[in-house]
T-cell receptor
């Protein structure tokens, strides 16, 4: 199926552990993004990528790492998870003027 | 820097009432794009509309309508004859020309009661 998919949908992890959230798109869109959604803050940009091997920081990048070796994949890694990273994470892709979002990953750090 | 303000945190209406969700934006660009997304209780983000800065025509799609006014930097969204299924969080977003990132407002939660 064409689209953008995130995995896992739900994740519980412990403080200090490394966790990777996956994002895959089937359209070959150039731009991909990671946002986090928190109550009272809306959606905030963590990192984005303009193409394979090109990434840049967004508004709240601290504590996160991204890579993009292939156009279709854009994983987000929390190197040492903290409770403040408990959130809903959305991946998105964009070509021209339309942006498409994945279903979201609900991450809980205990 | 670009900024989107949705001053209404939460709105409650009774079914069949009309409701307007406000969105005010800030940008230094002359070319930009404005968006509305709906997030129902299931959590996904549903695209509703995109408008570019050169198109100030209002748009109507069924019960939904959008009023874009550059003079007041606003892009308001009206739901006519609201229904329970309209209950959701609605986000306004801005994308400046040359950048593909979207800046979101904090969202407005709309609760429509039967």
């Amino acid at each position: 199926d064409a689209g953008i998919t995130q995995s896992p949908r739900y994740k519980i992890t412990e403080t200090g552990r490394q966790v990777t959230l996956m994002c895959h798109q089937t359209w070959s869109h150039s731009y991909m993004f990671w946002y986090r959604q928190d109550l009272g803050h809306g959606l905030r940009l963590i990192y984005y990528s303009a193409a394979a091997d090109i990434t840049d920081k967004g508004e709240v990048p601290d504590g996160y790492v991204v890579s993009r070796s292939k156009t279709e994949n854009f994983p987000l890694t929390l190197e040492s998870a903290t409770r403040s990273q408990t959130s809903v994470y959305f991946c998105a892709s964009r070509q021209d003027r339309e942006a498409f979002f994945g279903q979201g990953t609900r991450l809980t750090v205990v | 820097a670009q900024k989107v303000t949705q001053a209404q945190t939460e709105i409650s209406v009774v079914e069949k009432e009309d409701v307007t969700l406000d969105c005010v934006y800030e940008t230094r660009d002359t070319t930009y794009y404005l968006f509305w997304y709906k997030q129902p209780p299931s959590g996904e983000l549903v695209f509703l509309i995109r408008r570019n800065s050169f198109d100030e025509q209002n748009e109507i799609s069924g019960r939904y309508s959008w009023n874009f006014q550059k003079s007041t930097s606003s892009f308001n969204f009206t739901i006519t004859a609201s229904q329970v299924v309209d209950s959701a969080v609605y986000f306004c977003a801005l994308s400046e020309s040359g950048y593909s990132t979207l800046t979101f407002g904090k969202g407005t939660m709309l609760l429509v009661s039967p």
